[in-house]
């Protein structure tokens, strides 16, 4: 059993996982950068140490440094958390050779799965359902016009190393495609140092639907539920709910997918297969993220499973602590995600100093945050300041206490998105459950969030 691990991430998540570490008797150790030295992770774990300058370039993504930390401070395990160097499998690979467990799945299923080019082709093989496409990368422009042609527009560049939504670029024709299959490449080569892209057909119109798979190493794999995550600015999610408004026939078939991919990487720890899912339920696979997702509490509030809790006891090589049959939806939760973003000038980061703040409580509310009264939100990270939960017995109950909460909530003098979620709450297509990836940016294009509010 670990008796102390190493949080190599900051914000909320390293705050989420110092917690459950508490919680099963497990000492922790914060990093931080010159830039979060009064940050509510390191005042919270046993112990911290400075891993470098500002820029995560500097910090949170060098190697060196924090797995000299690691050994500084002798733990026995590394919690990557999620974004920074959770899905590097060199990083993986470098805890393993220094005998310091690396909490999430092996280096080569993060690598079959992290270039997304190669995980379609593992898929394809398997079985699942894609989205058609290239095989493999699109290298020339003019393979790119050629395949569109096959494939009819719209279409899709996506990077090979991608995430986050960057160095993705849908084209309507000819003309845009060549400069979506440029731009597309100089984003990937400047945000992952990798220009290779791929092209699918572009779905108009999808929900993101995601199955949350958990995975030990004595074989065992099960899924926790979907999410949907269809409520999306520029492809990042903006708000998720457990469960989505599916059919249980659909719900099952898509279980047994997500389990079928993980299994043909070897999948262990926990990881979330994405899904695009078109009008008539049809599902195709899209990517899988090998790693813990900001989302994941509102699959811990509908299904009681601590998720981080899991990933620690898997990487002690426990048993999972639940079977697939213990699985249950028991309620339905709703995840709005607070960036320090102004949504009244297109989303313009806020960073600046936190002066007043209030977090509701109340029945059905839970808000991970790292962010206090006096807290300096450090211009170099992403905007994310906190996840508002809540969840009720019906979507109707989760949505109306999350009304409440944002109405209570207060964060400023700094710009947030709480306005902007609260005029999605009380949106009648939202309301109706009709959401897909193109509902943001219809409301904020043609004005309607704000009639419509009015019209509520
Ligand atoms: P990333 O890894 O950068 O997050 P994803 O492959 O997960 O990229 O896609 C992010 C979002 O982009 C999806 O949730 C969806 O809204 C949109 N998207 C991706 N592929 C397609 C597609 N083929 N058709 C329509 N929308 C897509």
């Given at each position: 059993?670990?008796?102390?691990?190493?949080?190599?991430?900051?914000?909320?998540?390293?705050?989420?996982?110092?917690?459950?570490?508490?919680?099963?008797?497990?000492?922790?150790?914060?990093?931080?950068?010159?830039?979060?030295?009064?940050?509510?992770?390191?005042?919270?774990?046993?112990?911290?140490?400075?891993?470098?300058?500002?820029?995560?370039?500097?910090?949170?993504?060098?190697?060196?440094?924090?797995?000299?930390?690691?050994?500084?401070?002798?733990?026995?395990?590394?919690?990557?958390?999620?974004?920074?160097?959770?899905?590097?499998?060199?990083?993986?690979?470098?805890?393993?050779?220094c005998e310091i467990k690396f909490i999430g799945p092996s280096p080569e299923s993060i690598r079959l799965m992290g270039d997304k080019s190669l995980a379609r082709d593992t898929m394809r093989k398997v079985g699942l359902p894609l989205v058609p496409g290239s095989k493999g990368v699109v290298k020339e422009q003019e393979e790119a016009l050629r395949l569109a042609k096959k494939l009819t527009y719209p279409v899709i560049i996506k990077a090979k190393a991608g995430g986050g939504g960057k160095g993705?670029?849908?084209?309507?024709?000819?003309?845009?495609?060549?400069?979506?299959?440029?731009?597309?490449?100089?984003?990937?080569?400047?945000?992952?140092?990798?220009?290779?892209?791929?092209?699918?057909?572009?779905?108009?119109?999808?929900?993101?639907?995601?199955?949350?798979?958990?995975?030990?190493?004595?074989?065992?794999?099960?899924?926790?539920?979907?999410?949907?995550?269809?409520?999306?600015?520029?492809?990042?999610?903006?708000?998720?709910?457990?469960?989505?408004?599916?059919?249980?026939?659909?719900?099952?078939?898509?279980?047994?997918?997500?389990?079928?991919?993980?299994?043909?990487?070897?999948?262990?720890?926990?990881?979330?297969?994405?899904?695009?899912?078109?009008?008539?339920?049809?599902?195709?696979?899209?990517?899988?993220?090998?790693?813990?997702?900001?989302?994941?509490?509102?699959?811990?509030?509908?299904?009681?499973?601590?998720?981080?809790?899991?990933?620690?006891?898997?990487?002690?090589?426990?048993?999972?602590?639940?079977?697939?049959?213990?699985?249950?939806?028991?309620?339905?939760?709703?995840?709005?995600?607070?960036?320090?973003?102004?949504?009244?000038?297109?989303?313009?980061?806020?960073?600046?100093?936190?002066?007043?703040?209030?977090?509701?409580?109340?029945?059905?509310?839970?808000?991970?945050?790292?962010?206090?009264?006096?807290?300096?939100?450090?211009?170099?990270?992403?905007?994310?300041?906190?996840?508002?939960?809540?969840?009720?017995?019906?979507?109707?109950?989760?949505?109306?206490?999350?009304?409440?909460?944002?109405?209570?909530?207060?964060?400023?003098?700094?710009?947030?998105?709480?306005?902007?979620?609260?005029?999605?709450?009380?949106?009648?297509?939202?309301?109706?459950?009709?959401?897909?990836?193109?509902?943001?940016?219809?409301?904020?294009?043609?004005?309607?969030?704000?009639?419509?509010?009015?019209?509520?």
């Amino acid at each position: 059993m670990f008796s102390k691990i190493l949080i190599a991430n900051r914000g909320e998540v390293a705050v989420r996982i110092i917690r459950a570490c508490r919680e099963m008797g497990i000492r922790t150790i914060a990093v931080f950068s010159k830039a979060d030295r009064d940050s509510l992770h390191v005042r919270l774990a046993n112990d911290a140490i400075c891993i470098g300058e500002a820029p995560s370039s500097e910090s949170y993504l060098n190697i060196p440094s924090i797995i000299s930390a690691a050994e500084i401070a002798d733990v026995e395990a590394i919690h990557p958390g999620y974004g920074f160097l959770a899905e590097n499998p060199h990083f993986a690979e470098i805890c393993e050779s220094c005998e310091i467990k690396f909490i999430g799945p092996s280096p080569e299923s993060i690598r079959l799965m992290g270039d997304k080019s190669l995980a379609r082709d593992t898929m394809r093989k398997v079985g699942l359902p894609l989205v058609p496409g290239s095989k493999g990368v699109v290298k020339e422009q003019e393979e790119a016009l050629r395949l569109a042609k096959k494939l009819t527009y719209p279409v899709i560049i996506k990077a090979k190393a991608g995430g986050g939504g960057k160095g993705m670029k849908v084209a309507h024709n000819d003309g845009t495609l060549v400069s979506a299959f440029m731009t597309a490449r100089a984003e990937a080569e400047s945000a992952f140092g990798n220009p290779e892209v791929y092209m699918e057909k572009y779905v108009k119109g999808p929900r993101h639907i995601e199955m949350q798979i958990v995975a030990d190493s004595q074989g065992h794999v099960i899924h926790l539920g979907e999410r949907d995550c269809s409520i999306q600015r520029r492809h990042q999610k903006l708000v998720e709910e457990a469960p989505a408004l599916i059919s249980k026939k659909l719900r099952q078939k898509m279980g047994e997918a997500a389990i079928k991919a993980a299994k043909a990487v070897n999948y262990q720890n926990v990881g979330t297969v994405e899904f695009l899912v078109d009008d008539d339920e049809r599902f195709y696979f899209m990517e899988m993220n090998t790693r813990l997702q900001v989302e994941h509490p509102v699959t811990e509030m509908v299904t009681g499973v601590d998720i981080v809790k899991e990933q620690i006891r898997i990487a002690q090589g426990e048993k999972l602590s639940v079977t697939q049959d213990q699985v249950e939806q028991r309620c339905v939760a709703i995840e709005c995600r607070i960036n320090a973003e102004d949504p009244d000038n297109n989303f313009m980061p806020s960073p600046g100093k936190i002066e007043t703040l209030h977090f509701p409580g109340g029945p059905n509310v839970r808000i991970d945050s790292h962010v206090y009264r006096g807290y300096q939100i450090p211009p170099f990270y992403d905007s994310m300041i906190a996840k508002v939960i809540t969840w009720g017995p019906d979507r109707q109950q989760a949505i109306t206490t999350m009304h409440r909460v944002l109405d209570e909530m207060e964060i400023g003098p700094i710009k947030t998105t709480i306005s902007l979620h609260k005029r999605i709450m009380t949106n009648p297509t939202f309301l109706k459950g009709k959401n897909n990836t193109l509902f943001i940016e219809k409301l904020m294009e043609t004005g309607k969030i704000q009639q419509e509010e009015l019209a509520s």
